[in-house]
């Protein structure tokens, strides 16, 4: 089978584990340049990425360092948004801080990096910015995830706007909403809970096809949205949630 990214130049943040690692892998499989990134880097070198595939520490949150990034990839095709920071709570429990680290890693990011790589992409005569967002957020919510869920939010609407701006201009956003994946940080969240085994088969229970999804699983339609295959989509979310917003 014909690899489907062969020779575009992606850039994927978050990348040393759970789904930003499986979509690192996923893009180098099927041909494309893959620039992983994270903001721990020793982390990222231990991931077990194939060689060839170029490493660089990114904090999201820090719009300086996302311009020296994509300076120095010299090219991007395709940006993948994926870093991303549960906070957890309801609307009392969720303080200032934790509400602005949200905002920062979720939503932040997408600004920061998006504007990082448009002037390039226009430049070059399109590209593709794919937004790791969740069904948590306006599609449905779950409970205590207000900051999450609100920032999940911002990155659906953030999406149709750069959709609908830049769509003149070669350029197609799209993003993915997965729901409950299983990633290094769900377990960090299970384990934290009260009831850990009970937390997770509530977590469990909340999906209809009775698992939680694969990092691949959301890496295939990363692949799909980034490929030629899809180039008549922009502005569209794929919820990719075993039934979560049913
Ligand atoms: P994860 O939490 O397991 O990994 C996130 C990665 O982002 C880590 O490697 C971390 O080091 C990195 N990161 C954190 N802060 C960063 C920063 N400031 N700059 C750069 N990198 C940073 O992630 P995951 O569970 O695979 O989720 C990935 C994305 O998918 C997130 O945006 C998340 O909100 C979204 N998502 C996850 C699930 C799920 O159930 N796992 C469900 C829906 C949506």
């Given at each position: 089978?014909?690899?489907?990214?062969?020779?575009?130049?992606?850039?994927?943040?978050g990348?040393?584990?759970?789904?930003?690692?499986a979509?690192?892998?996923?893009?180098?499989?099927e041909?494309?340049?893959?620039?992983?990134?994270?903001?721990?880097?020793?982390?990222?070198?231990?991931?077990?990425?194939?060689?060839?595939?170029?490493l660089?520490r990114?904090?999201?949150?820090?719009?300086?360092?996302?311009?020296?990034?994509?300076?120095?990839?010299g090219?991007?095709d395709?940006?993948?948004?994926?870093?991303g920071?549960?906070?957890?709570?309801?609307?009392?429990?969720?303080?200032?801080?934790?509400?602005?680290?949200?905002?920062?890693i979720?939503?932040?990011?997408?600004f920061?990096?998006?504007?990082?790589?448009?002037?390039?992409?226009?430049?070059?005569?399109?590209?593709?910015i794919?937004?790791?967002?969740?069904?948590?957020?306006?599609?449905?919510?779950?409970?205590?995830?207000?900051?999450?869920?609100?920032?999940?939010?911002?990155?659906?609407a953030?999406?149709?706007?750069?959709?609908l701006?830049?769509?003149?201009?070669?350029?197609?956003?799209?993003?993915?909403?997965?729901?409950?994946?299983?990633?290094?940080?769900?377990?960090?969240?299970?384990?934290?809970?009260?009831?850990?085994?009970?937390?997770?088969?509530?977590m469990?229970?909340?999906?209809?096809m009775?698992?939680?999804g694969?990092?691949?699983?959301?890496?295939e339609?990363?692949?799909?949205?980034?490929?030629?295959?899809?180039?008549?989509?922009?502005?569209?979310?794929?919820?990719?949630?075993?039934?979560?917003?049913?």
């Amino acid at each position: 089978m014909a690899e489907r990214l062969n020779g575009k130049r992606c850039l994927v943040t978050g990348a040393a584990q759970g789904i930003g690692l499986a979509i690192a892998h996923a893009f180098a499989r099927e041909g494309a340049r893959v620039l992983a990134t994270d903001i721990r880097l020793e982390a990222l070198r231990a991931a077990g990425l194939p060689d060839g595939i170029r490493l660089e520490r990114l904090d999201v949150t820090d719009a300086l360092a996302a311009g020296e990034v994509v300076t120095k990839a010299g090219r991007t095709d395709v940006l993948v948004n994926c870093a991303g920071y549960v906070g957890v709570g309801d609307l009392l429990a969720c303080t200032e801080q934790d509400l602005r680290r949200s905002l920062e890693i979720n939503v932040l990011s997408v600004f920061n990096l998006s504007r990082a790589v448009l002037p390039g992409m226009i430049e070059n005569g399109g590209g593709h910015i794919i937004n790791i967002a969740s069904v948590v957020s306006t599609t449905k919510t779950a409970p205590n995830r207000f900051a999450y869920a609100s920032t999940k939010a911002a990155v659906l609407a953030m999406t149709r706007c750069i959709a609908l701006d830049y769509v003149g201009k070669g350029i197609r956003c799209n993003s993915i909403s997965p729901g409950t994946v299983d990633t290094p940080s769900l377990h960090e969240r299970i384990a934290a809970g009260a009831d850990p085994e009970r937390l997770r088969e509530q977590m469990i229970a909340r999906q209809p096809m009775g698992r939680f999804g694969a990092a691949a699983e959301i890496a295939e339609a990363a692949v799909f949205l980034a490929s030629d295959e899809a180039r008549f989509m922009t502005g569209a979310d794929l919820v990719i949630d075993g039934g979560m917003s049913l």
